[in-house]
């Protein structure tokens, strides 16, 4: 039987996602999820759409929510890119600002392992920086590396690590003659973004989410923060895709949650709280805790392996991600959830490690 598909649609592996079972309640703890409800101002607007226009295009400009995402970020609505959750935004990225017969895309070994996906699939040629013994990130390692721009994730993703902002304006300034991507997704929890950096330096591109910080993974929303000439790169690569990318209902619930910002400061010091005493807990129970500022932690165990803990908790219900890859095949990537849910975490945990 003939093959119709291409080259790319046989040979690229594409990006897992964590699993999301159907066959049995869990406690979900594998795909970094807020365990907290949106903002009650995001679930008035949802209540308040006018559904009846659901029957036209969204507004093609996003204008409500871009101004509302400037004014939370202190730039301008000229310097704010929408889209589909953060992952579509990064897809963009690579055709935007790296060409297939170019230097390359330079990251991490241990990062966001949908970065050499994007790069597969637009056929851009990679630079990996393995990371340092202790899963930190040579900055000064990464800018020697010869490469068309680079892709840093602050946290980083599935370690947690986080960079200090001073160390990122450093590293940016260092390099002036290429293009820099910040993945900020899980900077809620950490506070120390570089999106204001995008005023001085024009080569940032900083990348953020609604998922994690605000509490809507299910409404799949994104945004870039860049100077003006990048913006308009991006909107040009999205245009090439779908020039109504951010749907009516998303646009009004997004720029209402954005807008509250002192509700979402009190959930996430909730799960930076947890995520000190879970971690504080684990260590009790054995394992290796990387220091995290996302809202997940990274951790070994000191007598099993990460699979080995993945499917223990798992027959006991409860989620975590693994990841059989080389170097951090022996660590479990274990979301903070509620305290209600971290204590069933650790019951389960308590109850095969004695």
């Known amino acids: ?21 159907a066959d049995r309640k869990y406690i979900k703890l594998n795909t970094n999820e807020n365990p907290y409800p949106p903002s009650p101002k995001a679930l008035k607007a949802y209540e308040n759409c006018d559904f009846s226009s659901l029957k036209l295009y969204p507004p093609l400009q996003m204008q409500k929510l871009r101004e509302a995402i400037a004014a939370a970020e202190g730039v301008e609505a000229e310097n704010v890119f929408c889209g589909n959750g953060s992952d579509e935004i990064l897809a963009f990225c690579f055709p935007a600002f790296f060409d297939a017969d170019g230097e390359g895309a330079a990251f991490a070994d241990i990062t966001y392992s949908f970065y050499p996906v994007f790069a597969a699939f637009f056929h851009i040629p990679v630079k990996i920086l393995p990371l340092e013994e202790d899963f930190s990130l040579d900055l000064a390692k990464l800018t020697a590396m010869p490469a068309q721009g680079v892709i840093v994730a602050n946290p980083n993703a599935p370690t947690g690590m986080g960079i200090p902002l001073g160390e990122v304006q450093t590293f940016v300034k260092a390099n002036e003659d290429r293009v820099v991507i910040l993945d900020e997704a899980y900077m809620p929890f950490f506070g120390e973004s570089a999106a ?17 910080g605000y509490s809507l993974a299910g409404i799949r929303c994104g945004y870039a923060i860049a100077d003006k000439a990048l913006i308009s790169g991006l909107e040009r690569c999205r245009d090439c895709f779908n020039s109504y990318p951010v749907d009516r209902v998303c646009q009004e619930v997004c720029a209402a949650a954005i807008s509250d910002s002192e509700y979402y400061k009190k959930m996430n010091a909730l799960v930076i709280s947890e995520r000190e005493r879970l971690t504080a807990a684990l260590e009790k129970r054995g394992f290796t805790v990387l220091p995290s500022r996302a809202n997940f932690v990274f951790a070994k165990h000191c007598s099993m392996t990460g699979r080995q803990v993945y499917e223990e908790l798992r027959e006991r219900g409860v989620l975590v991600r693994h990841f059989a890859k080389p170097r951090i095949a022996d660590f479990c990537r274990i979301t903070v959830g509620s305290k209600e849910e971290n204590d069933g975490l650790l019951r389960a945990l308590s109850d095969f490690l004695g």
Do not use: C, W
């Not at 039987?1 to 079972?21: N, V």
């Not at 204001?196 to 994690?212: G, P, R």
């Open 1 to 21: 039987m003939k093959d119709f598909l291409s080259k790319t649609a046989r040979e690229i592996t594409p990006y897992t996602a964590g699993e999301q079972p």
């Open 196 to 212: 204001k950096l995008i005023k001085t330096h024009k080569n940032l591109v900083v990348v953020k989410t609604f998922s994690k």
